[in-house]
């Protein structure tokens, strides 16, 4: 197993512009949680998702959103890009839903808002 | 709300020497700890956490409730121990919510 994917590796966009970011769970993971890591700081949680359910939400604007499919992998949209959006964007992955569940990172999107 | 705070951004250490790496946590709450590392062009990776009272890689951490703290050690710091190490909080009633604090780079020198 490849271990928790993310596409693309990095990208460049413009102001308010919106963007697609992709994740693959490993096999058998339902718990998709997405994080944004701005440089210099550590991962701030985005949301969760589990068996295609939102379980949980970050504080951050509604142009960020998320969906998991029925395979399990999960997009997150982030729509009208500011500069600060810029960040590398982590994905992680686990059997199910709750604290006592291993998370497994990805290695992230880089995002660059220009 | 709840909040992690790693007081060091940077700790240098010679190899052979002890390390410890500070985290303080605030959660009103049970919570659960742990630390993640992330080596040198790897991805993040859980190192412990505090319910499995394991030692890994020689690293162990205590959970202080009353001093609010997860400080990491290790007896012997070793020069692959250099990394990127955070302390992460996990509320019992926030599903998989891992609350991360700012991260603490380690430099073990030869």
């Known amino acids: 197993d490849a271990g928790v994917t993310q596409s693309p590796t990095h990208l460049i966009k413009t102001r308010g512009q919106h963007v697609t970011l992709r994740c693959s769970p490993i096999?058998?993971?339902?718990?998709v949680s997405w994080y944004q890591q701005v440089l210099g700081q550590g991962p701030q949680f985005i949301f969760q998702?589990?068996?295609?359910?939102?379980?949980g939400r970050g504080n951050f604007p509604d142009r960020f959103s998320a969906r998991q499919f029925p395979n399990y992998s999960s997009e997150l949209n982030v729509n009208a890009l500011l500069l600060g959006d810029s960040a590398l964007y982590l994905c992680?992955?686990?059997?199910?839903?709750?604290?006592?569940?291993?998370?497994?990172f990805g290695p992230g999107t880089r995002l660059t808002v220009t | 709300a709840q909040r992690v705070t790693q007081p060091e951004k940077l700790l240098s250490v010679f190899k052979g020497a002890p390390v410890e790496l500070k985290c303080n946590y605030s959660?009103?709450?049970?919570?659960?700890l742990f630390w993640y590392v992330q080596y040198s062009r790897q991805r993040l990776q859980l190192l412990l956490r505090?319910?499995s009272r394991e030692s890994i890689k020689g690293f162990t951490a205590d959970l202080n409730k009353g001093e609010t703290s997860f400080h990491l050690k290790k007896p012997f710091a070793q020069e692959e121990d250099s990394a990127m190490y955070y302390c992460?909080?996990?509320?019992?009633?926030?599903?998989?919510?891992?609350?991360f604090g700012e991260g603490t780079q380690l430099t073990v020198n030869p």
């Open positions: 992680a992955s686990s059997l199910a839903s709750g604290s006592g569940y291993e998370q497994y």
């Open positions: 096999s058998g993971h339902k718990s």
């Open positions: 998702y589990y068996e295609k359910e939102e379980r």
């Open positions: 959660y009103s709450g049970s919570p659960e």
């Open positions: 505090h319910i």
């Open positions: 992460a909080l996990s509320g019992s009633t926030s599903g998989s919510r891992l609350t």
